[in-house]
Structure formats: C-alpha cells, structure tokens
C-alpha cells in the first residue's frame, strides 16, 4: 500500500514522507494485531507519526482524506454510544489538533504545541464513490484496503457491514439495537432521499445545525464575557437566562468549560466527558439561578468551578458603556455576600482547587504543583529554552541563555530546585526557586493584564516580573 501511495505522488509530482510506525519501540506498543484494541492502538500509532511528519516539515495544517461515508459511519458509532444528534455530527472540517488525551501517554501527546496545529478535512461533502469515478476518470492509481470488509475486526467496519446489508439478517446480537436505532434517527431528518444519499444528507443538515448553534455561542460569549482573572470566565446570569434553546446553552457550558478546565484541550474530559446528566444540571442551574436568593457554587465535571459572583459597579459614570460589559467594580463572592439594589450577579468559572481530603489519601499527586528542575538543567547543558505547560493551562517559557549566573550555578550543582506552584485564588503558577533551610524565593508569576483588573480581583500577591520567564495561556474558546 505504502509503495503503491509512494509511486502516486511521484506520478502527479507532488513532495512525500513515508514514514514507517516502528512497532516495540518506545512509545510504540507491540504490533497489535492479535489485540482487541487493534483500531485504536493503530489510530493513535498513525497520528504520532503524522504529528511527527508536521513537526519535520513545519507545517502548521495537515489534510485528512475522510469522506462523507466516513461521516456518516462516525455519526452512527457516536449516536449508538449516547450521543445527541448534534452531538454526533460527526467529524469537524476544520479543527484544531489539540493537546491529545494524556500527559503521561508520548504516544498521543502533544501538549501545547497541538495548539498551533490544525487538521483540515476537505472531503467530508464528498462520496466515497464520487472520489473513486474522479481517480478513474483521471487514471489515477488507488488502493483499497481489504481489512475494511472485515466486519469482526474493528466498529466501523461492522456499521460498513450493515450499511451495505452485508451483515446477516439473523443477527440479533445486542449491537445491532443502537446501530440500527442511530440509522433510522438519522434517515428520519432526510425522509425525501434513500439509501446512501439519504445519510449523507442527514448529516448535512446536521452540520448546518451544528454551525448555527456553534455561531450562536461565539456571538454570547463575545457580547457578554466580562473582565475576569486570566485564565478564568465569567459571565453575567443573563447570559444563561436569555439562552431559551437547550442545545445552544448546553453547548455554551461545553465551550467555557474547554477553556477552564485543566484537562486536555481538546479531549472529551474537559467537557465533562460529554455526560448529558452533568451538563444538563450545569446548564439548568445557570439558567435558573436569577430566581434563587442565594445561588450557591459547585462543581459538577472538567475539574471546572462554578462561583456566583455580585458584580458592584464603580461609581465613576464616565466608565463603561456597553450594559453588557458592565463597569470595572468590586466583587463579593457566594452565600456570605448580600446583593445590593444595583448589584449584577455573575458567574466565574475557573479550575477547581485541589481539595485537601483528596491529596491526604494514598497515593494521591498534587498536579498543581510541578517540579521542572531536571527539565531546567537538561535545557541549561544544552544551552535551549525550556517549554512547561502548567496545568494544561498555562505555557511557562524559560529563556536558559539569559538565566541568572548565580542560578544557573546552583541549578548545576544541586543547591536550589525549582518548582512551578499555585497562586492567589484563581491558581495562577508562580515559578520559585527552593533552597534548604531558606524561604521559598518567587522567581516569576503570572502577569495580569492591567494593575486596574488585578485591584478589582485580588490585592494580596505581588506580581513579581522576570526577564527570562515568559508566562501565557494555552487555551482557547474558538469553536474548532
């Protein structure tokens, strides 16, 4: 297959990388092809060495060849699996790559670096059959995998199987409940068409549905975010009241929660692994929560806190003119906090603290606090900067060729760790130098935007600046 594709692009002219999954060696797995994971195993051995091929070229964007048929197995999978219909709209043509699922997996992961990287499918309109009469017509050389018509082997050949009928009728195994359920939910949005066409246009509609609601949300959050701690959100109650469509509001909770949580960007773990339960409570108590006297705050999934906040306006007039935005105030926080007449109840949503019963049990790791001094005298022997992404957060930047003599020195030779920590309430990293039998030094922590935010928020932590640590946040609320 490899040989075939390699003979292909010399054909049209066009540059090419084959480059090879090299099975057992670390962080590769053993060759998983007796496993009963075998799909995804090979998926993310695939996307390793696609992510590596970017980072040889110095691509920002890489093209995926999936097609509308691929479209619609994907919506099926994901809608046997619980999904909503919007929910199961399949794959986006535009996106970006995203941190991957864990930071201990060096298969998968990308970290911060999967943030400048997109992914781009400009085929998902497109029939499977469609492009195999263009490579016909074009005599363009193609390869069909045989393992595709296995339907035992892996989900998605299974759903293939069925939607080519090729699956005995007889087969009443408990799988094909869902799949043919997700099938006769999808033809029902297309009920003009038939066969194939039908799907693939049921997924259509789907996607304009799916852009509107994600439209939607964009336009909320760009007419309502206040100013609020880095790395935080917060958002007048209006916002959630006004919002009279479900599926919009719940898509809202997904989006500040991607931006919030400490998960990985991306993963299915900062949006509350997507449980409806969860997201349903989060959205109806934010919707609701202008009729109760005393909203309380909670946590309900993505490691993501939900403060009620009050929202007590400057007295300065000359200030602040979009009643949207409001004006820079004070802010008085949860039950202990009486509303006053002109007082605006807002909610922030920001990384959850670490709870203290939880890192008293055995075992448990504070994922607040980092120790980078073995990465910082790594980058120092090799005279490079050194890259941390803190808490799936905040990317922490050190510049080695302008750090400290004096540090540099006692990093060499033991006499000082340094470790990246949680500050003011919000979380925000500190980088501190630590030395036996001394005080913890702050060496850098988080720039705030203007003097003026930091007084409204907190007023107990100095900001203490450094000119060879650089500190930004790593997330986005874009839609893709």
């Not at 060759?31 to 994971?37: D, H, L, Q």
């Not at 009920?191 to 994600?214: C, F, K």
């Not at 020195?409 to 630590?434: E, M």
Request: charged residues 20%; hydrophobic residues 35%.
């Amino acid at each position: 297959m490899a040989e075939k594709a390699t003979a292909s692009a010399q054909q049209l002219g066009i540059q090419h990388l084959t480059l090879k999954i090299p099975w057992s060696d670390p962080p590769f797995p053993p060759n998983p092809s007796k496993n009963a994971s075998f799909e995804g195993i090979c998926r993310d051995a695939r996307r390793n060495r696609l992510a590596h091929a970017m980072a040889m070229t110095g691509a920002s964007t890489i093209a995926f060849a999936h097609h509308a048929d691929d479209q619609v197995e994907t919506s099926i999978m994901r809608m046997s699996s619980g999904s909503s219909q919007l929910g199961a709209s399949g794959m986006r043509p535009i996106r970006t790559w995203g941190m991957g699922a864990r930071q201990d997996n060096q298969l998968t992961w990308m970290g911060e670096k999967g943030m400048s990287k997109f992914v781009v499918r400009p085929l998902l309109e497109v029939s499977k059959d469609r492009i195999l009469a263009t490579c016909k017509a074009n005599g363009w050389e193609y390869v069909t995998d045989p393992t595709n018509d296995q339907p035992d082997l892996t989900p998605r050949n299974y759903v293939r199987a069925m939607l080519k009928d090729t699956i005995p009728h007889h087969d009443e195994s408990s799988a094909i409940i869902p799949l043919d359920n997700a099938i006769l939910s999808l033809r029902a949005l297309s009920p003009y068409l038939t066969g194939a066409s039908q799907l693939r246009d049921a997924l259509r509609v789907i996607g304009e549905r799916v852009q509107t609601v994600d439209t939607k949300v964009t336009n909320i959050l760009e007419q309502y975010i206040l100013p609020s701690p880095p790395t935080t959100l917060l958002l007048p109650s209006d916002a959630f009241r006004n919002v009279q469509d479900p599926y919009t509001r719940v898509a809202l909770i997904r989006r500040i929660l991607r931006y919030v949580s400490p998960q990985p960007w991306g993963h299915i773990s900062a949006e509350a692994n997507g449980v409806h339960r969860s997201l349903d409570m989060i959205s109806n108590t934010l919707h609701t929560s202008h009729s109760e006297p005393s909203p309380a705050s909670f946590t309900m999934g993505a490691k993501v806190w939900w403060r009620p906040v009050y929202l007590r306006s400057s007295k300065n007039k000359g200030k602040g003119k979009n009643k949207n935005k409001g004006e820079l105030g004070t802010v008085g926080f949860g039950l202990g906090s009486t509303a006053g007449s002109n007082d605006r109840l807002t909610w922030l949503a920001q990384r959850e603290k670490s709870w203290t019963k939880k890192l008293a049990r055995p075992g448990a790791v504070d994922t607040l606090t980092e120790d980078v001094t073995e990465k910082l005298r790594d980058a120092l022997e090799r005279k490079e900067p050194c890259e941390v992404l803190y808490d799936c957060r905040v990317v922490v930047e050190f510049d080695m060729g302008a750090c400290p003599t004096a540090l540099g020195n006692a990093l060499a030779d033991g006499s000082v760790t340094v470790h990246i920590v949680p500050a003011t309430p919000y979380l925000l990293p500190q980088v501190i130098g630590r030395r036996a039998d001394q005080p913890d030094k702050v060496l850098a922590s988080f720039p705030w935007p203007d003097k003026q935010l930091q007084r409204m928020w907190e007023t107990k932590y100095l900001v203490i600046s450094s000119s060879w640590i650089r500190m930004s946040t790593a997330r986005t609320w874009d839609p893709w």
